[in-house]
């Protein structure tokens, strides 16, 4: 059963761009790297100093392994100290998805 995965980070003011583009540039390249993530979404709140990224995977098990993965430790370790609080991660389970194609 697919697997919905909700990664929010919230950012010190000062780096929110930074993140901002360092998410997104990690969510292109794990994209590409991994077949089994089928949609990545990255939403961005100004406002409040907040990143979320929303990826639909495969199965819980793919969604996990995420968290191993080099490319994601890499851009952990990167915005690290550009956040102001551990990031949160939610799994939720996908149960409807409308693409109008």
Same mark, same amino acid.
């Given at each position: 059963m697919p697997a919905v995965i909700e990664y929010t980070m919230r950012t010190k003011p000062e780096f929110f761009n930074d993140v901002l583009?360092?998410? &997104?540039? =990690?969510?292109?390249? =794990? @994209? &590409?790297?991994?077949?089994?993530?089928d949609v990545i979404l990255v939403t961005a709140d +100004?406002?409040? #100093? $907040? $990143?979320? @990224? $929303?990826?639909?995977f495969e199965s819980a098990i793919e969604a996990a392994a995420v968290r191993s993965s080099d490319v994601f430790e890499a851009f952990r370790a990167r915005v690290a100290?550009?956040?102001?609080? &551990?990031?949160?991660?939610?799994?939720? #389970?996908? &149960? +409807?998805? =409308?693409?109008?194609?």
């Open positions: 583009a360092a998410y &997104v540039a =990690f969510a292109d390249e =794990f @994209g &590409v790297l991994n077949p089994s993530e +100004h406002r409040r #100093q $907040i $990143i979320r @990224g $929303i990826g639909v100290d550009m956040l102001s609080e &551990v990031p949160e991660r939610e799994e939720q #389970q996908l &149960v +409807h998805m =409308f693409i109008k194609a």
